[in-house]
C-alpha cells in the first residue's frame, strides 16, 4: 500500500476542519483528497489547490459544512462541486460521479457512491488517484500511483474513449506532458490524439486557448510543442506556428504570452485574427501585436540614445518583448546586448512630456486640432534629442510662429 509523505497541507488546521464536517456527515473516510494534490505529493511537487471527493450529494455537502461553521459556495452544483473556505482556504469538494451521457464537450453526469465508477471517468491514469487523512493512496484504475513516480501520461482506460467523452483531453494530454512527463510520450495515447484531432473543433475557443496558455506556462515546454506538431494537433490551435523561434525563446522567458507571441507569424493580420479566434482578452490581443516589428526599430545593437527613444514610445513591456524575441533570433551572439537592454528596461524611468495645451493657448493660437499637431510634433523633437531638460518650450514657439 501506498502512502504519502508527510504533507503539510493534510495536517493544516483549515483542512482537517472541513474534513471533520464532512466525516461528522458521513462517517470516517468519505472524504479523500483526489487528484491534483495527491499527484503533485506523490511527485514531490508543490500543491497549489486541494480537491476533495465525497459520496455525499451536494445538499448533505453544503448542509455538513455549514453545520460545522465552515462557508459553503455552490461553485458548480450541477455537476455536484461545492466550495468550502476554511479561514480563507478554499477546497473544492465534489460528489462522486458518472458520465450518463457525453457529446465531446459537455458531460450528463449522475452522482454516484463508488469510487471506482468516480475514477474511471476521469482523464489519466495520474489524476485518478485519491489520498485519506493519513496519507493512504487508493488507486481503482490501476498504474497511476507508477505513471505518478515515473512521469508518464496515460489515459485512463481506452484513449480514444475517453477523448470522445471530451476533446479537450487532447490538449490536456500535451499539456499534462509539458508539466509533468518525463521520457518518451505514451505511444496509444499520443495515437489517439493524432487521431481524433478534428474533434477538438468542437471546443470553445475559451477552453482551447485557456489550456494552450497553461501548456506554455510549463517549465519547458518544448517537447509538448514538438508532439502537438507531429500530431497534426498544433496546427489546428496555431497554424503556422514559428517552432524554431519560439524553441530559442522558450529558455529566455516563462511568460506564457510571449512565449505564444514567438510562434505566431509577424503578420499583424494574422495575429489578430489568430487572437479572435482564440477569443484571447484585449490585453492579451494588444500584448501579441505590440511585439511585432514595425516601424519602430527595435534591435540588439540599439545605442541607448536609441533605446531610451524606443522604450518611451513602446512602453516596457513591448520594448522587452521584442528583445527577447530578437534575442531568440540571435542566438548566444546577441546574449550581452539584450541582457543590457533588459537591464536598461527595468531600470529606466519614463519622463514627463514637459508641455500640454495650456502652453500652445498661452502662445495666441486657438484651440483646435493644430493644438495637438504641434505638440506631438514637439514631442518627436524632444524623444529625438534625448528628453533635454530645456528647449522645448523654444521649439513649440518657433514651430506656432511658423503656422500663424
Not at 453526469?109 to 471506482?116: E, I, K, L, Y
Not at 509538448?224 to 498544433?234: P, Q, S
Not at 531638460?389 to 503656422?403: I, K, N, S
Request: proline share 7%.
Amino acid at each position: 500500500m501506498t502512502r504519502l509523505p508527510p504533507q503539510p497541507w493534510i495536517d493544516a488546521a483549515p483542512t482537517r476542519r472541513v474534513l471533520d464536517a464532512l466525516e461528522a456527515a458521513g462517517g470516517r473516510g468519505c472524504a479523500r483528497f483526489v487528484g491534483g494534490a495527491v499527484r503533485n505529493s506523490l511527485m514531490g511537487l508543490e500543491v497549489a489547490d486541494i480537491d476533495i471527493a465525497t459520496p455525499l450529494t451536494p445538499d448533505r455537502v453544503i448542509a455538513a459544512l455549514e453545520a460545522a461553521g465552515v462557508r459553503a459556495v455552490p461553485t458548480g452544483i450541477e455537476h455536484g462541486t461545492v466550495t468550502a473556505v476554511a479561514d480563507h482556504v478554499p477546497y473544492e469538494i465534489t460528489t462522486l460521479r458518472r458520465d450518463v451521457s457525453t457529446d465531446g464537450r459537455n458531460a450528463t453526469v449522475a452522482f454516484s457512491n463508488d469510487w471506482a465508477e468516480d475514477a474511471m471517468r476521469r482523464d489519466f491514469r495520474l489524476n485518478a488517484l485519491y489520498a485519506d487523512r493519513e496519507g493512504t493512496v487508493f488507486d481503482p484504475v490501476g498504474g497511476g500511483v507508477e505513471d505518478a513516480l515515473a512521469g508518464r501520461i496515460v489515459f485512463v482506460g481506452d484513449a480514444e474513449t475517453r477523448i470522445r467523452e471530451d476533446y479537450l483531453r487532447i490538449l490536456r494530454f500535451f499539456r499534462f506532458f509539458a508539466w509533468y512527463g518525463r521520457g518518451e510520450p505514451d505511444a496509444a495515447g499520443l495515437a489517439a490524439c493524432a487521431v481524433l484531432k478534428d474533434g477538438m473543433a468542437r471546443l470553445s475557443a475559451e477552453r482551447v486557448s485557456k489550456e494552450l496558455l497553461k501548456t506554455l506556462a510549463a517549465p519547458d515546454p518544448r517537447a509538448a510543442m514538438r508532439l502537438m506538431e507531429g500530431a497534426g494537433v498544433l496546427g489546428r490551435v496555431v497554424p503556422n506556428a514559428n517552432l524554431p523561434r519560439f524553441e530559442a525563446l522558450v529558455p529566455l522567458d516563462g511568460d506564457p504570452v510571449l512565449r505564444l507571441s514567438a510562434l505566431l507569424p509577424d503578420d499583424p493580420g494574422e495575429v489578430s485574427a489568430l487572437a479572435s479566434a482564440l477569443r484571447l482578452s484585449n490585453g492579451e490581443r494588444g500584448r501579441l501585436l505590440a511585439a511585432l516589428p514595425d516601424a519602430e526599430r527595435v534591435d540588439l545593437d540599439l545605442t541607448p540614445r536609441e533605446a531610451r527613444a524606443a522604450l518611451y514610445r513602446l512602453g516596457r513591456e513591448a520594448f522587452a518583448d521584442r528583445i527577447r524575441r530578437a534575442w531568440a533570433i540571435s542566438g548566444p551572439a546577441g546574449e550581452d546586448g539584450a541582457r543590457a537592454l533588459l537591464a536598461m528596461a527595468r531600470e529606466w524611468t519614463r519622463p514627463r512630456f514637459p508641455l500640454g495645451g495650456a502652453d500652445v493657448a498661452a502662445l495666441g493660437l486657438p484651440p483646435g486640432p493644430q493644438t495637438g499637431r504641434l505638440l506631438r510634433e514637439v514631442e518627436a523633437w524632444w524623444v529625438e534629442n534625448d528628453f533635454p531638460e530645456t528647449g522645448a518650450r523654444e521649439r513649440l514657439a518657433a514651430l506656432a510662429a511658423d503656422r500663424a
